[in-house]
């Protein structure tokens, strides 16, 4: 159940009322002049597990920005090969060196640390991209219908149902190849073209599929809230009903988008490195994590930092977001005390 900025307010306001007259002045003291949203950042600040999954959601995002610069410090690059380390099977002849920190990857011999720092840049850019997409159509559409009701309502319900209704994986790995055919095939186009196809294709499947259930909370709380004296007070005035909506609705619903969208990055994130991992994202030569650790799984005996340092990274940085997506909907809500 998701609560509004408004209703924390009220909330915290019933709670302070009741408290004894010694800690109610205590109270007061530390929450008077703030805003909900303020309220929930403090008490989120105080949250230790909170600050450490912010602490490693910092470090793979700086990891991802400053990957040429990681790579340049082993002086390596992710796309050169070097067949000279490789035996005449394919196999590398060295292990992790102070040229390869982490090795050279089996049957191409590219370097393993320089793909793996640049590997983390589509996956956080995709599944911010994708949430950020999600998020906006979502509050706007659930906005418009919650609001309007009427036809407008039904229609818009019975879309988010039938979006709800597919099966994300099947229509994601039919899709994401058939948006990729519009541009002409493979044979033809760069292999920077297909990598930005492939990732704008990635990004709408994503958002496609997901921006219902955003559109469907939202909606709920607009219907109960349009209700309220605020709401009523503003259109007896004659406000125009779009500052209705994004003046006076949309700030009550600032900790259900925080919320989430802090849950859908690591959700995207995972569900893109399935994808690649499937053979219907991402493609070579682009450094991904799905991408390597498919590709790691025929080579897991020889070479297991192969398979182990995109897996564990995958792992830490979805459950760092989960996390603290969870311990922002816990500080949003009135009803935990953490």
């Not at 910092?58 to 410090?73: E, G």
């Not at 090969?81 to 292990?95: K, R």
Request: proline share 6%; aromatic share 10%.
């Amino acid at each position: 159940m998701s609560f509004s900025p408004q209703q924390v307010a009220e909330t915290v306001s019933e709670v302070t009322a009741a408290e004894p007259t010694g800690r109610r002045g205590k109270k007061d003291k530390g929450t008077a002049g703030k805003s909900p949203v303020q309220i929930a950042m403090a008490r989120l600040r105080k949250d230790k597990i909170a600050m450490i999954c912010l602490g490693i959601i910092v470090f793979f995002v700086l990891v991802a920005i400053f990957a040429p610069l990681l790579a340049a410090l082993e002086g390596q690059d992710p796309s050169t090969p070097h067949p000279e380390l490789l035996d005449q099977d394919g196999f590398p002849m060295i292990g992790q060196t102070a040229e390869h920190w982490l090795g050279i990857e089996p049957s191409l011999g590219r370097d393993l640390f320089a793909r793996f720092v640049y590997g983390a840049r589509p996956s956080i850019v995709i599944g911010t991209f994708a949430a950020i997409a999600t998020t906006v159509i979502g509050v706007t559409v659930g906005l418009v219908a919650g609001y309007f009701g009427g036809w407008i309502d039904n229609v818009v319900s019975w879309i988010i149902d039938f979006i709800l209704s597919l099966p994300f994986l099947l229509f994601a790995i039919a899709l994401v190849p058939i948006i990729t055919s519009w541009f002409g095939s493979p044979l033809e186009i760069s292999d920077d073209t297909v990598t930005k196809v492939r990732f704008g294709s990635l990004v709408f499947v994503l958002t496609f599929f997901f921006w219902a259930g955003l559109a469907r909370l939202v909606r709920g709380e607009v219907i109960s809230m349009r209700e309220k004296e605020f709401v009523q007070a503003a259109r007896a005035l004659g406000v125009p009903t779009r500052r209705v909506l994004f003046k006076e609705m949309l700030p009550n619903l600032v900790g259900l988008i925080i919320v989430s969208l802090t849950l859908a990055i690591p959700a995207f994130i995972s569900a893109e490195a399935g994808l690649s991992f499937l053979g219907v994202g991402l493609k070579e030569p682009t450094a991904s994590w799905g991408l390597t650790i498919a590709a790691a799984t025929n080579y897991y005996e020889v070479q297991p930092l192969y398979l182990w340092v995109p897996v564990l990274a995958v792992s830490l940085l979805v459950l760092a977001l989960s996390l603290l997506g969870d311990a922002i909907a816990d500080a949003f809500n009135p009803n935990t005390r953490r």
